[in-house]
């Protein structure tokens, strides 16, 4: 588990999340103490490296809890993808604003509820599944968030193609079939301000070679968490859809 990283946390609220104002102070500050941990873990140097080895040890230990997802350590991985988002500049701010206050939630929420399918059994018995604001939409959005970030990487190494290319085909992907036309085009728009593929490399400080390696072993290790998520939701009939 990574310590030291809730009390970092500011609380969330639903009105918060409408705040645009405290909605990026609280991405700023998550950002923060992601970063600080990512810095602290194990003297490692590099932000993937840092979060490739999280979910290798969040994957392990779901195996140990015979496939069982714990959320307080589901939570505090998530927390460091948000360094990834924002090694992407302005144009990923509004996946890594919203991503942040998704986590930020399911972090408080782990002082009530042990595990992921904890929260889906609470919300279906209430029938809040989908409502704004519930555990449950706030872990979909977070996967969403795992799966834009995984799906970028796979296309920044299917090709060799721009930044922007890759990260537009993944957001095709993964996050425009649930936004609005008026936000796709904000994002199309902000996607010209992406870096360029070797100042990426350059923010993560890696180099050619281990920025493959790094990708990789962040693919593969998200991918048995994402489709657990995914699971969750499908093993009660809750299409994804949304």
Known sequence: MVMGFRTKLLPWSSSAAGAGAQAQAQADAMCDAAAAVVAARQGMETPLTAVAEAFEELARGMEADGGELRLAPFGDT???????????GIAFKFAESEY?????DLIGASKEYATLNDILDKDVEQDCVKKQGSHSRNLRRVRLGLGLIKALFEQFLATEGSLYDAATTAYGQVCAPFHSWAIRKAVGAGMYTLPTREQLILRLNETDCSVQKEMRRYIDASSPIIEYIDSLFLSRNIVLDW
């Open 78 to 88: 998530c927390a460091l993808v948000s360094v990834l988002f924002n090694s992407l």
């Open 100 to 104: 942040v206050t998704k986590v930020n």
